[in-house]
């Protein structure tokens, strides 16, 4: 593979970025790991990752971060720090800088450069649609909802070739019993709603290059598997419109 079909991964230090990034250097697939903190990335991704800095709330770090030509960029950002490091109780407006701005700063140094081929972003289940489970979520993440509303209408409009993948719980290994679902109707997040941040990552490298999910969204839960079925993966993400 050339280096023109290089993939990069945003958020790659820690959770669902992690594992997109080391699924990737399994498949022999050039990965490019952007991080504001490159030492940490070094020693958390496999040494065949390429690291280079970039700051997705620093405009100015980011165009030349993306001026490389890319099959597809990965973005997987969240806010970190505050109560047990996943930004629990800090700011609005702190959340909102990295939630939606990071989305924001990125798109448009993508656009600029006009060398990414597909802009590949996780978000939530049912952001559109509130459940329970998510306004508790607004009240210890305050504005994380709305930020996440906005971050892909952002993408949405940008012009850039997207697919947004809209995950359930996320959870660190495999806890339901129920299959693989993906769709694309206006459900809200409930507590049957998870997904292995493993099959997620499986789900993300999937959609790299796949026409199918080119300027879809839709939402992923389920997943009874450690390793998801490859073949039946590929056909339910063919069923998008």
């Not at 993508?110 to 990414?116: D, N, P, Q, R, S």
Request: charged letters at 15%; a positive charge; proline letters at 4%.
């Amino acid at each position: 593979m050339s280096e023109k079909q290089s993939v990069m991964v945003i958020g790659s230090t820690r959770g669902t970025g992690n594992l997109v990034v080391h699924q990737l250097i399994s498949q022999g697939i050039p990965c490019i790991v952007m991080a504001r903190n490159p030492s940490k990335a070094r020693n958390l991704c496999p040494q065949a990752a390429k690291i280079i800095y970039g700051d997705v709330t620093q405009p100015d770090s980011l165009e030349s971060a993306l001026n490389c030509d890319l099959q597809a960029l990965v973005y997987t950002v969240d806010v970190t720090g505050g109560l047990g490091g996943r930004g629990f109780f800090l700011p609005r407006k702190t959340i909102r800088d990295v939630v939606y701005q990071g989305v924001v700063n990125t798109v448009n140094a993508a656009k600029t450069t006009g060398k990414i081929k597909q802009f590949i972003l996780l978000s939530t289940l049912g952001a559109n649609n509130p459940s329970w489970l998510l306004k508790i979520l607004d009240l210890i993440k305050p504005g994380a909802v709305a930020a996440s509303q906005d971050k892909v209408e952002y993408l949405k409009r940008s012009g850039l070739n997207y697919t947004i993948v809209q995950a359930g719980i996320l959870q660190n290994k495999p806890t339901t019993n129920r299959p693989l679902v993906i769709n694309q109707k206006n459900i809200q997040m409930q507590l049957n709603t998870k997904i292995s941040r493993a099959n997620l990552a499986q789900v993300m490298v999937s959609c790299i290059g796949n026409t199918h999910t080119y300027n879809r969204s839709f939402n992923v839960y389920g997943g009874r598997e450690v390793i998801l079925n490859s073949t039946e993966l590929q056909s339910q993400l063919s069923l998008l419109v």
